[in-house]
C-alpha cells in the first residue's frame, strides 16, 4: 500500500516545467537542459516515493511487534484495519473484523448512558481514555484500557478513530486476589476475622425495629487429634466441608472462619428463640463428616450472644462472645453457652491483666524466674535447680502464677511465655558459668500448649545452641495433665526425641492427677516428682506415708528417680530418706529465690564449704 504523496517541492514544480517546455524549446542545447531538470526531478521524486514507503514500512513493522492492540475505523466506526496484537487479544483475524462496526464487540454489560458520554467525549476533547469491557471470539468477556483518538481531516471532519488497547485481566484477577487476600480465608473463602468486624458493624448499623442479631462462635473440639491421625491435608479438608456445610444451613446469614477451627455465624431475625437456634445449629453440625473413607462425628463448643440484648458495638460483641466460647470450654467442652452479664464482669479484670501481661512480653523487665534447690537426702547436696516464673507487675506487684498461667493458656500467650522460660533460663547459665558460679542442672516446667504447638523443640535446639548450654543441663518437667490433653497427640515419640538429644524428662505433681502405671511404664520418663499432697502431713498421717511408701517402691521397680517437693520439716525429711527418696526440694533447705538473692546466698556460704556443699544449711 503505497503512502499519499504531494507534488510540494520546488524541484518537483520544475521538472514538470521542464517537461512541458521540452515541446517547445527551439534547440537541442536548451531541450538538453530541460531534459536535465526533468530527469533530476523525476530521481528527487523517486527518493522521496522510496523514504515514504520505507516509513510506512518501518511503521507498519512497529505496528506488529506492538504488544497493545491497534484498530483503526472510519467516521462511521467500521473497522479498516488491525494489527495483530488485536488478533491475539480478541481471537479476530483482520479478515473478518474488516467493515463491522467495532461496538458489536463491545460487552453488553456496558449501558446506552457510558456510549453517549463516550462519543461526547470523543466528538468534544478528540480523545478518550478509560477502562471497558470487550467480547472475545470465543464469547467470553474481558476487561481492556482503551485510548482512542479522532482523526480530523482538512475541512475539520472527523475522517478516522485511530484505538490502541490493553488486556488488563491479569490486573483486575490480581486486585481481586488482593482483595480476598485482605478479606476471605484462603482455605474455605469465607470472610475472614478482619472482613466477620465489618459485616457485624454493617449488620448493628442496619438492624430495624423489631430486629435482633444472633451471633454464635463455633470451636471444633479435639481438632489437634484430628489432624494427627488423618494429616493436615484431611484436617483441611474437613475444615472447607464444616464451613460449606455451616454456610449452607444459614440462609441470608454471614458464616466466616475465625482462624483455626473457630468459625463465626451471624444471623438477623425477628424471632426470640435464640436457644433454638443453636441447638439448630448443633445437631446440623453433628452429623458425621465424610471424610477419607471414615465417618467422623466432631464435638463442639458453642458461645453465643444477642444484638442489641448483649451489646450494639462489633468489639464488645466480639469480646463476649470469645468470654462465652471459654466459658463453655471450661465445663468441660462440647456445650453450648450464652453470654451472661457475670462472665463479662468476670472477665473485665482479668482481660486487663491479659492486656498487661501481653505488654510484659512485649517490653521485657516485669517478668523473672525464681530458682529453688533441690536437694540430696543422704547429706543435703545441692544436686539442682528448679526455674519458677514469677511476673512483677508494676501496679499489682508480684502476680500469683496461679492467677496468670491459665489466663496465657487461655489467650494464646503459653507459647510466648514458655519460649521466654527457655531463653532466659538458658542465659542465666550461661552467666552463671562465665561468673564461676556453680554448675547446676535447671530443671523448667512445660505446658500441654507449648506441647500441641508444637514450637518447644525449635525453641530448645535454637535456646541451646545460642547460649552454648548442653542438652543434659536443662530438664524438662511435664505435668500428668500434659500427658492426657488430647491437642498434644501423641507425645512419646517427641519425648524419646528430646531424650536423645540429652535432655531429662520428669513428671510433676506425681498422684495428683489421672495417675496411670501404664503411663509410667510407656513414657520415656527419668524422674518422678511426687506431689507435696502427699508430704505435708508425713510422717503422721499413715495413708499418706503408705503411699508414699509405694510410689517409692513402685519407681525402684521402674528404675526412676523420686524428688518429693513441699518437704518443710526435719521430720519429713528423715521419713524421706528412711523409706529411701533420694532427692527433697522445699521450704526446709530453701525457698525459690531470684537471681541477685541466689547468688548471695551461694556466696554467702562459700566460705563455709566447697562448691559441692553450697545450699546444706537449711533456711526455714
Known amino acids: 500500500m503505497w503512502s499519499p504523496f504531494a507534488i510540494n517541492r520546488p524541484l518537483a514544480w520544475a521538472a514538470m516545467a521542464a517537461l512541458l517546455a521540452c515541446v517547445w524549446l527551439p534547440g537541442p542545447g536548451l531541450r538538453l537542459m530541460a531534459a536535465t531538470i526533468v530527469v533530476a526531478g523525476l ?9 515514504e514507503r520505507q516509513n510506512a514500512d518501518l511503521m507498519q513493522q512497529a505496528l506488529m511487534l506492538s504488544e497493545e492492540g491497534v484498530q483503526i475505523t472510519d467516521a462511521e466506526n467500521r473497522i479498516l484495519a488491525v494489527n495483530p496484537a488485536f488478533t491475539r487479544i480478541t481471537g479476530f483475524t483482520e479478515e473478518e473484523v474488516r467493515g463491522v462496526n467495532a461496538a458489536n464487540l463491545v460487552a453488553s454489560r456496558h449501558d446506552s448512558s457510558f456510549f453517549k458520554r463516550f462519543w461526547q467525549t470523543l466528538e468534544s476533547k478528540g480523545r478518550w481514555e478509560g477502562e471497558i469491557w470487550n467480547r472475545r471470539k470465543q464469547g467470553d468477556e474481558y476487561p481492556e484500557w482503551l485510548r482512542v483518538k479522532a482523526v480530523v481531516g482538512r475541512k475539520g471532519r472527523i475522517t478516522h478513530f485511530v484505538g490502541t488497547f490493553t488486556d488488563i485481566s491479569v490486573h483486575k484477577a490480581r486486585e481481586q486476589d488482593l482483595r480476598r487476600i485482605g478479606f476471605e480465608d484462603p482455605l474455605t473463602g469465607l470472610p475472614n476475622r478482619r472482613r466477620l468486624h465489618d459485616l457485624m458493624t454493617s449488620r448493628l448499623r442496619h438492624l430495624r425495629a423489631g430486629e435482633s442479631l444472633d451471633m454464635a462462635i463455633i470451636d471444633i473440639d479435639g481438632f489437634k ?16 466441608r464444616f464451613g460449606q456445610r455451616l454456610a449452607g444451613h444459614v440462609a441470608g446469614g454471614v458464616v466466616g472462619r475465625l482462624g483455626g477451627d473457630e468459625f463465626l455465624v451471624i444471623r438477623t431475625t425477628t424471632f426470640d428463640d435464640h436457644d433454638k437456634w443453636i441447638a439448630g445449629l448443633r445437631e446440623h453440625l453433628g452429623e458425621p463428616f465424610e471424610i477419607d473413607h471414615r465417618s467422623l462425628r466432631l464435638g463442639l463448643s458453642i458461645g453465643s450472644c444477642r444484638a442489641p440484648e448483649d451489646g450494639s458495638d462489633s468489639g464488645v460483641l466480639f469480646q463476649r462472645l470469645e468470654s462465652a466460647l471459654y466459658s463453655a470450654k471450661r465445663h468441660g467442652r462440647n456445650v453450648s453457652q450464652r453470654f451472661r452479664p457475670a462472665l463479662d464482669v468476670q472477665d473485665t479484670p482479668q482481660m486487663a491483666l491479659v492486656y498487661s501481661l501481653r505488654d510484659a512480653l512485649a517490653n521485657g523487665g516485669q517478668l523473672e524466674l525464681y530458682y529453688q534447690s533441690q536437694h540430696r537426702t543422704s547429706d543435703g547436696l545441692v544436686v539442682g535447680l528448679e526455674a519458677l516464673l514469677r511476673w512483677r507487675h508494676p501496679e499489682h506487684g508480684l502476680v500469683s502464677p496461679g492467677d496468670f498461667i491459665p489466663l496465657a493458656e487461655r ?16 542465659g542465666q547459665m550461661a552467666r552463671w558459668r562465665e561468673t564461676g558460679m556453680p554448675k547446676l542442672p535447671v ?3 512445660i505446658s500441654a500448649i507449648q506441647m500441641f504447638q508444637g514450637e518447644l523443640e525449635s525453641a530448645l535446639s535454637s535456646g541451646l545452641a545460642r547460649h552454648g548450654i548442653a542438652a543434659g543441663q536443662l530438664g524438662l518437667e511435664l505435668t500428668e495433665s500434659v500427658l492426657l490433653d488430647e491437642r ?6 517427641r ?3 528430646l531424650r536423645e538429644r540429652g535432655h531429662r524428662i520428669a513428671i510433676d505433681d506425681f498422684g495428683t492427677g489421672y495417675s496411670s502405671l501404664g503411663y509410667l511404664k510407656r513414657l520415656p520418663l527419668d524422674k518422678i516428682k511426687l506431689d507435696r499432697a502427699f508430704i505435708r502431713s508425713l510422717p503422721d498421717d499413715p495413708a499418706d506415708a503408705a503411699i508414699v511408701s509405694a510410689v517409692l517402691a513402685m519407681a525402684r521397680g521402674l528404675s526412676l528417680d523420686v524428688i518429693a517437693e513441699g518437704v518443710e520439716t526435719q521430720g519429713q525429711l528423715d521419713f524421706l530418706r528412711d ?3 533420694r532427692l527433697v526440694q522445699g521450704f526446709y533447705f530453701a525457698r525459690p529465690m531470684a537471681v541477685g538473692a541466689l547468688e548471695e546466698h551461694w556466696q554467702s556460704l562459700a566460705g563455709q564449704s566447697s562448691t559441692a556443699q553450697l545450699g546444706t544449711t537449711p533456711v526455714v
Not at 487429634?225 to 472447607?240: E, P
Not at 489467650?411 to 538458658?426: K, T
Open 43 to 51: 530521481s528527487h521524486i523517486w527518493r522521496q516515493l522510496r523514504r
Open 225 to 240: 487429634s484430628v489432624n494427627d491421625s488423618l494429616g493436615v491435608d484431611q484436617g483441611d479438608r474437613l475444615l472447607a
Open 411 to 426: 489467650h494464646g500467650l503459653m507459647g510466648m511465655l514458655g519460649n521466654w522460660v527457655i531463653d532466659e533460663a538458658l
Open 443 to 445: 530443671w523448667i516446667n
Open 488 to 493: 498434644a497427640g501423641d507425645i512419646v515419640p
Open 495 to 497: 519425648l524419646e526425641a
Open 579 to 581: 523409706a529411701g527418696c
